[in-house]
């Protein structure tokens, strides 16, 4: 069985920094893209960042260029956004997910970590 879980999210001031992870089990990570949306209150959830499975490749919104990063570590089963430089308007409830190799659709989610960033 698969399992996403995210962690690091909490409550920051403007301007800070969170730096959250993504620990992944049940699946062969290294064959995975993964993602990191973010569902605003009365919004539609967005990616933010996305990184291919071989780390390479990554994509980052317009939004959070610049100022997230997002790694991974295959031999920890793990995903990473360092956020810097966090605004009031990054704050949403943050999923990460997992695409294999190059499908369009993610297939397994994470239960989600708040991030919320005080003006």
């Known amino acids: 069985q698969v399992h996403l879980v995210e962690s690091g999210g909490g409550l920051v001031q403007t301007g800070g920094s969170l730096r959250l992870s993504c620990a992944a089990s049940?699946?062969?990570?290294?064959?995975?893209?993964m993602g990191w949306f973010r569902q605003a209150p009365g919004k539609e959830r967005e990616l933010v960042a996305a990184?291919?499975?071989?780390?390479?490749?990554?994509y980052y919104a317009d939004s959070v260029k610049g100022r997230f990063t997002i790694s991974r570590d295959n031999a920890r089963n793990t995903m990473y956004l360092q956020m810097n430089s966090l605004k009031p308007e990054d704050t949403a409830v943050y999923y990460c997910?997992?695409?294999?190799?190059?499908?369009?659709?993610?297939?397994?989610w994470g239960q989600g970590t708040q991030v919320t960033v005080s003006s």
């Open positions: 997910a997992a695409a294999y190799l190059e499908a369009a659709t993610y297939r397994y």
């Open positions: 049940g699946l062969t990570f290294s064959s995975y893209r």
């Open positions: 990184i291919r499975w071989s780390g390479d490749n990554t």
